[in-house]
């Protein structure tokens, strides 16, 4: 196929064997007036679903995709940890349960009640853990963290359904071990947090 003179590179065939590179939003004089922001790219080597696609999309746009609960003393369903909330998505509302689907976590001292970042024990939110209602491990990676404001944390949940609820826990010398890179192995072969700036959050190193 040979490429337009103007315009898109359109009908190049599948992008895994084609010879040409891949653009994403402006990517040369060929192509003017694009207008917005790209945050989440990602490619996965498995098809989703209508429903996978959708609360992906919602719960990167929706503010309020992720309900919190107020912060509460003591440790829960865990020990060692000094501080707890809960996280609930009433707003997906779909019949499909996605499984090891990852959610963003916006945490922010003006989102949840009585959440502190000065009640951290290790630095960039070393000791914040998730847990699920099973009192399970998940998978999670800090995209950003600022302690004058909102930090975004990705959180890998195993069964999510409109009524799934998970537990942050934070405030702990020595917290389990998590490695990052599990929340992008289900089907993801590459992950660029981008947020419309630089510098690009590179996730791909998990694969």
């Known amino acids: 196929t040979s490429l337009p003179e103007e ?29 917005g922001v790209i945050d989440e790219f990602r490619i996965s080597s498995v098809a989703r679903s ?10 990167v746009l929706e503010e309020n995709f992720a309900v919190f609960d107020d ?15 809960s996280i609930s998505f009433p707003n997906y ?25 000065g009640d951290l024990k290790l630095p960039c939110g070393g000791d914040l853990r998730f847990s699920d209602s099973d009192g399970n491990l998940l998978a999670s990676e800090i995209e950003t963290w600022n302690e004058d404001g909102e930090s975004m944390v990705w959180v890998s949940v195993p069964r999510f359904a409109s009524g799934t609820k998970i537990t942050a826990y934070y405030g702990n010398l020595h917290p389990h071990a998590v490695d990052p890179r599990d929340v992008w192995t289900n089907g993801f072969a590459a992950v660029w947090h981008m ?3 630089l510098p690009i959050k590179d996730s791909t190193g998990a694969f």
């Open 7 to 35: 315009g898109h590179y359109a009908g190049l065939g599948n992008p895994a064997t084609s010879r040409y590179n891949l653009f994403l939003g402006a990517g040369g004089h060929w192509w003017k007036g694009y207008s």
């Open 50 to 59: 209508a429903d996978w696609i959708r609360a992906t999309r919602d719960n």
């Open 71 to 85: 912060t509460s003393a003591g440790q829960g369903g865990w020990t060692g940890y000094s501080r707890s909330f």
């Open 93 to 117: 509302s779909e019949e499909e349960t996605l499984e090891n689907f990852p959610v963003p976590v916006r945490l922010s001292p003006s989102k949840i009640i009585g959440f502190d970042y």
């Open 195 to 197: 947020d419309g700036k």
